[in-house]
């Protein structure tokens, strides 16, 4: 019998880079060590919206929501939304006093977002 997953598909550019990977490989070994676990767990999980390390919405931002980790302090956050029951992976940042780092997360994954919807780019099945 299969376990169930959530599925999570990542944006890919128009140039065909895939955004969560490059993000990804810049993290540090510990880093990617957590998110890699945190990943699992929350791809185990039938139902996020009690969760949370899940925020469905973001305010002002529409259905663009965020998975939310600590790893030595620091705060991660993978901003995405649902739609037709997969979770589009859009944007790797961290999070402190409301700043978001990169400073234009936010308006790039709304960006990404419109253009999954419009399907003016791809998407990829999550494996790193």
Not at 33 to 49: I, N, P
Not at 59 to 83: D, I, P, S, T, Y
Not at 111 to 123: A, L
């Amino acid at each position: 019998m299969n376990e169930w997953q959530t599925s999570i598909r990542c944006y890919l550019s128009p140039a065909g880079n895939n955004k969560i990977k490059d993000w990804y490989d810049d993290l540090q070994a510990l880093e990617q060590a957590y998110f890699d676990e945190f990943l699992k767990v929350m791809r185990r999980k039938r139902d996020w919206g009690s969760d949370p390390c899940y925020r469905p919405r973001l305010k002002g931002c529409g259905k663009l929501g965020e998975l939310r980790w600590e790893v030595n302090r620091k705060q991660h956050r993978l901003l995405g939304f649902f739609a037709d029951g997969v979770w589009y992976a859009l944007v790797g940042c961290t999070h402190k006093q409301d700043i978001y780092s990169p400073a234009n997360a936010l308006d790039t994954a709304k960006k990404y977002m419109g253009q999954i919807q419009r399907r003016e780019v791809s998407t990829v099945e999550y494996d790193l």
